[in-house]
């Protein structure tokens, strides 16, 4: 088809009575379709007029494309078994031309920013492997919106503790501060409003203070607005996280914070420079950072168990056994868990992150088994044996070992024993009871009396009266 500037050309040579075919062999066009041109006398292209084979349905593809939910394919079946003959191609050209099942494209429009006056920051979920598990990971991500530096984090969980602990660690990477930071309508910084109307939570307008900068939210439904780090979150997914492992939470971050400095140093197409080289213009309007900056924390209030243990997001911490029963302070930071139960007394334990349980003891809270026996008081017919036969303690010792449910019971037999019958008989039935391992306390008074019975009951030679019994 002719443009409008070839039509013009065509019936402006043939005013100049230049002939057919030599506008046709100037132009390079076909000579019939410069006849057509000079027929029309018109330079203005000609409508092109002609029936649309999905016209006759029109009313039938409104009502397929709400039931269907706007998938055309399932459109065009529905069509075709209720005896349309129109093509795959004419029902999406026709959809296309008519805006149905299609929003209207808007422009994305572009925004410029002056170095430091904006740093855009924003969470995404991703999955990974930590440890040989498969994990759910939140991906925190600031960009600083004219050089495009990149710095991104990853936490088991990110609330508002996790948001003040990134930007802490962002802003530090950076070397200082923007005018603004803009995020989405996030509960975690948001405590009422969208967009303009936005209002940090006192906690987040006191953090945002410190550091000198403001914390400003878009319009509900323009995402664009954040587009600087929106953009990166695909990157990551797609290059940093595929195909890598990490043994733990402390090696991700230390593999993101080296793939974020190769990444900053890389040239970029759509920016056509290096964000390292336009950071280093960027950095001097930087606010600067405090002289000071206090480590984030959060404070509960605990009480130790009976086991001597401090439960905090679902981990063991160990306290003194002195502690037991009393109400502790802990102080929670991004690696440290302190454990203060007055300004002198202070146990620090490494942190467990969010989301895993495990308990975590100091060797100072815990005696080392076998160097502690436990001291066990005697029982009274015990003391009552060991002081009449001192001779009998190994025997009352393995007594106890041999049958310690009813030890109380074979004590009191035993002492009976020894208060009752001879002191010779008993020692030597109970010398050789133990050297044999009988401690059947029926068994040893029969040995006891069966030797009374010889030694002392010899009725040979007696003199007496036999009337007396």
């Known amino acids: 088809m002719l443009s409008p500037t070839q039509r013009a050309a065509i019936l402006e040579l043939y005013q100049q009575g230049v002939p057919t075919r030599g506008i046709a062999r ?3 066009v076909s000579r019939q379709s410069v006849r057509k041109v000079l027929r029309s006398n018109s330079p203005d292209v000609p409508v092109l007029v002609r029936p649309e084979k999905a016209e006759p349905y029109r009313i039938q593809i409104l009502e397929l494309i709400r039931e269907c939910k706007g998938n055309l394919v399932r459109v065009h079946e529905e069509l075709v078994g209720r005896g349309a003959e129109v093509s795959y191609p004419a029902l999406t050209a026709f959809c296309r031309r008519h805006g149905i099942g299609h929003e209207p494209k808007m422009p994305a429009g572009h925004y410029h920013f002056q170095p430091a006056e904006e740093l855009q920051h924003d969470t995404s979920p991703h999955t990974t492997t930590i440890g040989g598990q498969k994990r759910k990971i939140q991906t925190a991500s600031a960009v600083l919106c004219y050089s495009r530096m990149l710095f991104f984090q990853c936490f088991p969980r990110f609330r508002r503790f996790d948001c003040k602990v990134f930007l802490t660690d962002a802003l530090s990477s950076f070397g200082g501060a923007t005018g603004r930071v803009m995020i989405d309508n996030t509960h975690v910084v948001v405590l009422r409003g969208t967009g303009r109307e936005m209002v940090p939570v006192p906690e987040m307008a006191a953090f945002a203070e410190r550091f000198g900068f403001r914390f400003v939210a878009h319009e509900r439904g323009h995402a664009n607005r954040s587009a600087r780090v929106e953009r990166p979150f695909a990157f990551i997914e797609n290059n940093f996280l595929a195909g890598r492992t990490f043994q733990d ?29 336009l950071f280093a213009v960027e950095r ?32 063991l911490y160990s306290a003194p056994p002195g502690w037991i029963g009393r109400r502790v302070e802990v102080r929670e930071t991004r690696n440290r868990i302190d454990i203060q139960l007055d300004p002198r007394q202070i146990v620090s334990h490494t942190r467990v992150p969010e989301g895993e349980v495990r308990r975590v003891t100091l060797d100072a809270h815990r005696p080392p088994r076998g160097q502690s026996p436990r001291q066990r008081d005697p029982h009274p017919e015990e003391r009552a044996i060991l002081t009449a036969a001192p001779e009998l303690a190994g025997y009352v010792e393995a007594l106890r070992k041999r049958a310690p449910r009813i030890v109380a019971h074979s004590l009191r037999h035993l002492l009976r024993m020894v208060r009752e019958y001879p002191r010779d008989p008993v020692l030597a039935a ?19 009396l069966t030797r009374i019975a010889q030694d002392y009951f010899r009725l040979d030679g007696w003199k007496g009266n036999p009337n007396d019994e």
């Open 26 to 28: 100037a132009l390079n």
């Open 430 to 448: 109970v010398s050789e009871a133990h050297h044999y391992g009988l401690y059947d306390l029926d068994r040893l008074e029969r040995m006891i």
């Open 284 to 315: 001097t309007h930087l606010k600067a950072l405090p002289v000071w900056i206090p480590e984030v924390y959060r404070l509960h209030e605990r009480m130790v168990n009976v086991d001597g243990y401090v439960t905090l997001h679902a981990s």
């Open 249 to 277: 939470w402390d090696d991700l971050n230390r593999h993101a914070r080296q793939w974020c400095d190769r990444v900053n140093g890389t040239y970029k197409k759509h920016i056509r420079a290096v964000p390292r080289e």
